[in-house]
């Protein structure tokens, strides 16, 4: 069971990035995928979620407008397109699976309230750097 995180890497301010996040071992249909970064000295912070019934997208305020989560679940695969990159989104990203299966519960709308918790599945990271 493992997630993989890909697609870092360095880019000019203003510039675009595409992560990938690739599940194996098992299928993402039943979870919600979320990103997630963490800043040299810094806490790691949300960026973006999106559930599997609740195709709703949701965006941490300092990235709506630049970024797109998207998701494919026939290809087992997660997507965050990053446009407008500052030297502040300079981090190391991470997606995760949440499980969300076939019942009421979402968890896209909960991650302002409980973070992480929610999320049991990690990929290992994949590093941006916005530099000029």
């Known amino acids: 069971v493992q997630l993989q995180a890909c697609g870092g890497g360095w880019v000019q301010p203003g510039g675009s990035l595409r992560l990938s996040c690739t599940a194996s071992?098992?299928?993402?249909?039943?979870?919600?995928i979320g990103w997630f970064r963490r800043a040299p000295g810094k806490e790691r912070e949300w960026v973006s979620c999106?559930?599997?019934?609740?195709?709703?997208?949701y965006y941490t305020d300092f990235v709506n407008g630049r970024f797109t989560i998207s998701r494919d679940n026939a290809k087992n695969t997660a997507y965050l397109q990053m446009s407008g990159l500052k030297p502040e989104d300079s981090a190391v990203y991470y997606c995760?699976?949440?499980?969300?299966?076939?019942?009421?519960?979402?968890?896209?709308?909960?991650?302002?309230?409980?973070?992480?918790?929610?999320?049991?599945?990690w990929g290992q990271g994949t590093l941006v750097t916005v530099s000029s």
């Open positions: 995760a699976a949440g499980y969300e299966g076939r019942g009421s519960y979402y968890v896209c709308p909960r991650v302002p309230e409980r973070d992480e918790a929610d999320f049991g599945q």
């Open positions: 071992g098992f299928t993402l249909d039943d979870y919600a």
């Open positions: 999106v559930g599997n019934r609740d195709i709703t997208t």
